[in-house]
């Protein structure tokens, strides 16, 4: 604190000085703090006083002048004198004076003093404003921006939280974060944090996570703690915005699945048709083929070497007519015929005559079949070639042993049975074509790449779906779901 002032003879006269120098400390104050403690340096010198408080219009001292006159709320000497700060309707506190020097203490003359520096806060607080709402909409405006440049929700999210210090007041000591679905993206908590603002994140109008702000620095009080009434409108327009972004980008990607579900299913009908009008063409030749082969190996005697040629043409139909037989059910020319059908009892039936294949390819069968598990209207035998398919895919995955597991459970609305192996595990480029006809990994000779598509003919003409997770290094789980709703057999 500085010593106490030089008497001024002329008070009056020093008005226009200070207003000068009253006016240079609006436009250069950046803060509020900044202001009252240059103003204390400016009465300093101009031989005012030797302390000066700004009080907030909150305060009850503030509130007490704001009712009286000027000169009516000066104290007598040497007592600290408090004067009312006002400009036009607007209070904005009061000036409390220490050590005022003899020849300011004539009321008028506070009153004068009190005029200025009133019109030197207020322009002041309105440049300051102004300040902070250029940054909030600058803040808001950039949230705009990010939404609509595309990338992933996290890193859009992560960049918003990275955004938002620099709209709040004391953005030098600003931590901000954004939870979503238990996901913290941003600024972590920290233990220094010792006041923290927040809003909830809606979508669809649950409640998905929040917006955090914190300070790490205990900053004087506010409306809101040490936030200000406006940063609490621009975090619950924040948290708007972040719920919005958060709707239509999964809206978008139910879109993006839709259509890739719509084109897959058209690519798979055209070759449907196709399959059919082949599968049928090639039935009579191949049963003519078959039949005229089979009455020449009843000739007898044959010689040796021809009747293994004729062994190997009967192989080479049977195989044939089974690839005839895949092609028509993957086209749906075979529809399913529905009957109450228990999945646990199908379930045991396949692992009965695999459990042999299992066992010499050392995986490991396990069992997690739910108990008392409803029916559903079902084909049984198409069932089983659909868990026989998906179980000789398993174990050719795992060529070094491992685990399967077979589970079955249900809900209100579907029975669902999984096959998880712990083999190599599929690319995402792979796994979405597996269900493409003739789409086969393995070597020439060793797959047709029908299996799968078979599948998922069933399965579509049960009224089901089926899903597929992998990755690699780690396993496949494919997960069939049938409706418990009785209905026809679905054809194209």
């Known amino acids: 604190m500085r010593g106490a002032p030089e008497p001024s003879a002329e008070p009056a006269g020093c008005i226009e000085t200070l207003r ?3 006016r240079q400390l609006a436009r250069q104050s950046a803060s509020r703090t900044s202001f009252a403690e240059d103003l204390q340096a400016l009465l300093q010198d101009g031989g005012v006083c ?3 408080t700004v009080l907030s219009p909150g305060s009850r001292l503030a ?3 704001a009712s009286r006159p000027a000169a009516d709320a000066v104290s007598p000497a040497p007592l600290p004198v408090a004067i009312p700060l006002s400009f036009g309707e607007q209070t904005l506190g009061a000036l409390r004076l220490e050590g005022v020097a003899s020849a300011w203490r004539d009321p008028e003359v506070l009153g004068r003093l009190a005029v200025e520096v009133a019109a030197c806060l207020a322009y002041q607080q309105a440049r300051w404003a ?3 709402r250029v940054k909030e909409l600058s803040c808001l405006y950039a949230i705009a ?3 609509d440049q595309g ?6 999210l992560f960049t918003i939280a990275r955004l938002l210090p620099f709209a709040w007041q004391h953005s030098d000591a600003c931590l901000a974060r954004i939870v979503l679905d238990g996901r913290t993206l941003g600024a972590p908590r920290s233990v220094g944090e010792v006041a923290t603002q927040a809003a909830p994140v809606l979508v669809d109008g649950v409640e998905r996570g929040r917006v955090e702000v914190a300070y790490a620095r205990v900053f004087p009080q506010a409306e809101e703690g040490p936030f200000l009434r406006e940063e609490r409108n621009l975090i619950d327009e924040v948290a708007r915005q972040v719920g919005q972004l958060v709707h239509r980008r999964a809206a978008e990607e139910e879109r993006a699945a839709l259509a890739e579900r719509l084109r897959h299913s058209e690519r798979l009908a055209s070759v449907g048709r196709l399959a059919a009008g082949v599968a049928h063409e090639l039935n009579e030749p191949l049963g003519a083929i078959l039949g005229y082969t089979q009455l020449v190996q009843k000739a007898s005697p044959l010689p040796e070497q021809s009747a293994a040629d004729l062994d190997r043409i009967v192989k080479a139909c049977l195989h044939a007519r089974e690839i005839v037989r895949n092609l028509l059910l993957f086209a749906r020319q075979v529809p399913p015929r529905l009957v109450p059908t228990d999945l646990n009892v199908v379930v045991h039936e396949v692992l009965h005559f695999m459990h042999g294949r299992c066992e010499r390819a050392g995986v490991q069968v396990i069992l997690r079949l739910e108990p008392d598990l409803p029916p559903i209207p079902a084909d049984a035998a198409q069932l089983q070639q659909v ?5 000789a895919n398993a174990v050719q995955s795992m060529p070094a042993g491992g685990s399967l597991t077979l589970s079955t459970r249900s809900d209100s609305v579907e029975v669902a049975m999984a096959v998880a192996d712990t083999g190599l595990g599929m690319r995402d480029d792979v796994r979405t074509r597996i269900f493409d006809p003739f789409f086969t990994t393995k070597e020439v000779g060793q797959g047709t790449g029908l299996g799968l598509a078979v599948v998922h003919g069933i399965v579509e003409a049960h009224g089901g779906r089926i899903l597929v997770s992998s990755s690699l290094g780690q396993g496949s789980t494919f997960e069939v779901r049938l409706p418990f709703g009785r ?3 679905v054809l194209p």
């Open 20 to 22: 000068e120098g009253l």
């Open 50 to 52: 030797t302390t000066t």
């Open 63 to 65: 509130a007490t002048l």
């Open 130 to 132: 102004l300040g902070e």
């Open 145 to 147: 921006q990010l939404g």
């Open 151 to 156: 990338g992933s929700l996290e890193e859009t």
């Open 387 to 391: 868990l026989v398919n998906l179980v």
């Open 487 to 489: 209905r026809e057999a």
